[in-house]
């Protein structure tokens, strides 16, 4: 299968064999030409930070709303039209954020459109109301919700929405990654939690995101035992996240969990993300998703090999 390069990083559209490439006057963020990318099917999409975390948000939202995949090609497609997926302070007449949201056509204040988990949210929320959305075409979903004056944009947005709604919908494992800088050491003062401040704010980002995915491995006061020796448990810097009882459903929130935490790791000084017999590190991001080796000591398999939880460590 030929693989196609879909680089989203502004609006002109070049063709060359079997490469679709779109570029434009921005470019990668960070400071050594860190981006993000997903690969679904032979289609690679490759996008810069600020998108990732949108775009892996707009995933997050959908999933905590319970909403299916089709929900996020369907938002993610909408915010690249709108914005080329960026929180922007200004657009057409009042038009702002990720979507575009007027305030005068009651999407809230100016403040709460510019806010991404608002304005993710409202977008989601009214398209769960068009009815029969999860089948109709990604132009007719987005139009009934946004009742663009350029209602038929949408539909060319759809191939690289969809591949990066499959990967961070936790539909297809492994498929998202980032190759960015080791993050600098973060805040390792001592909550109540247990946890660092770091820590404890990515145990906050991700009930924000997902809602109230259970979670573990800290305790108020530290924990010192349970875990490898070294593990960053020790120090109060990881946490895992629980999928239990591992399922074919259970592995695909899973999924969806680890590639946020991937997509959103610069942000949130993630160091490791371990996950279904998968590791992911800041310090060899350019190798992407690798094998994991469980430790040779006893446990239960599924324990192990992090197949019921995803184990974020921080920095």
Same mark, same amino acid.
């Given at each position: 299968?030929?693989?196609?390069?879909?680089?989203?990083?502004?609006?002109?559209?070049?063709?060359?064999?079997?490469?679709?490439?779109?570029?434009?006057?921005?470019?990668?963020?960070?400071?050594?030409?860190?981006?993000?990318?997903?690969?679904?099917?032979?289609?690679?999409?490759?996008?810069?930070? #600020?998108?990732?975390?949108?775009?892996?948000?707009?995933?997050?939202?959908?999933?905590?709303?319970?909403?299916?995949?089709?929900?996020?090609?369907?938002?993610?497609?909408?915010?690249?039209? =709108?914005?080329?997926?960026?929180?922007?302070?200004?657009? /057409?007449? /009042?038009?702002?954020?990720?979507?575009?949201?007027?305030?005068?056509?009651?999407?809230?204040?100016?403040?709460?459109?510019?806010?991404?988990?608002?304005?993710? $949210?409202?977008?989601?929320?009214?398209?769960?109301?068009?009815?029969?959305?999860?089948?109709?075409?990604?132009?007719?979903?987005?139009?009934?919700?946004?009742?663009?004056?350029?209602?038929?944009?949408?539909? =060319?947005?759809?191939?690289?929405?969809?591949?990066?709604?499959?990967?961070?919908?936790?539909? !297809?494992?492994?498929?998202?990654?980032?190759?960015?800088?080791?993050?600098?050491?973060?805040?390792? =003062?001592?909550? !109540?939690?247990?946890?660092?401040?770091?820590?404890?704010?990515?145990?906050?980002?991700?009930?924000?995101?997902?809602?109230?995915?259970?979670?573990?491995?800290?305790?108020?006061?530290?924990?010192?035992?349970?875990?490898?020796?070294?593990? #960053?448990?020790? $120090?109060?810097?990881?946490?895992?996240?629980?999928?239990?009882?591992?399922?074919?459903?259970?592995?695909?929130?899973?999924?969806?969990?680890?590639?946020?935490?991937?997509?959103?790791?610069?942000?949130?000084?993630?160091?490791?993300?371990?996950? /279904?017999?998968?590791?992911?590190?800041?310090?060899? !991001?350019?190798?992407?998703?690798?094998?994991?080796?469980?430790?040779?000591?006893?446990?239960?398999?599924?324990?192990?090999?992090?197949? $019921?939880?995803?184990?974020?460590?921080?920095?």
């Amino acid at each position: 299968m030929a693989r196609k390069l879909l680089v989203l990083l502004g609006c002109v559209v070049v063709v060359v064999v079997a490469v679709l490439v779109v570029r434009g006057s921005e470019t990668l963020t960070g400071s050594r030409g860190e981006f993000c990318s997903a690969e679904v099917d032979g289609d690679l999409v490759e996008v810069d930070l #600020a998108q990732a975390r949108y775009a892996s948000l707009i995933a997050a939202t959908a999933v905590k709303r319970g909403m299916p995949a089709r929900a996020t090609t369907i938002g993610i497609a909408t915010a690249y039209q =709108e914005s080329k997926i960026r929180n922007l302070d200004y657009g /057409d007449r /009042d038009s702002l954020g990720l979507f575009q949201q007027r305030p005068s056509q009651d999407w809230g204040t100016p403040a709460q459109v510019q806010d991404p988990r608002y304005a993710v $949210d409202k977008f989601l929320q009214t398209l769960e109301q068009v009815d029969g959305y999860a089948t109709m075409e990604v132009t007719e979903a987005a139009q009934a919700v946004q009742r663009s004056a350029y209602g038929d944009a949408y539909a =060319e947005h759809e191939p690289y929405a969809r591949v990066l709604a499959s990967a961070l919908s936790g539909n !297809s494992p492994a498929a998202f990654t980032c190759q960015v800088d080791p993050p600098a050491e973060g805040d390792q =003062e001592i909550v !109540s939690s247990g946890l660092t401040v770091t820590a404890d704010q990515v145990r906050a980002d991700v009930q924000a995101s997902f809602g109230a995915v259970p979670s573990g491995g800290y305790a108020p006061g530290g924990v010192d035992s349970g875990h490898s020796p070294g593990s #960053a448990h020790y $120090d109060g810097r990881a946490i895992d996240f629980f999928f239990k009882p591992v399922s074919d459903s259970s592995l695909t929130n899973g999924w969806a969990l680890a590639q946020y935490l991937v997509a959103n790791a610069p942000r949130l000084k993630v160091q490791t993300v371990i996950f /279904d017999d998968r590791i992911w590190t800041a310090q060899r !991001s350019s190798s992407g998703w690798r094998e994991y080796d469980p430790p040779a000591r006893a446990g239960a398999s599924e324990i192990l090999r992090h197949r $019921d939880h995803v184990h974020v460590d921080v920095a």
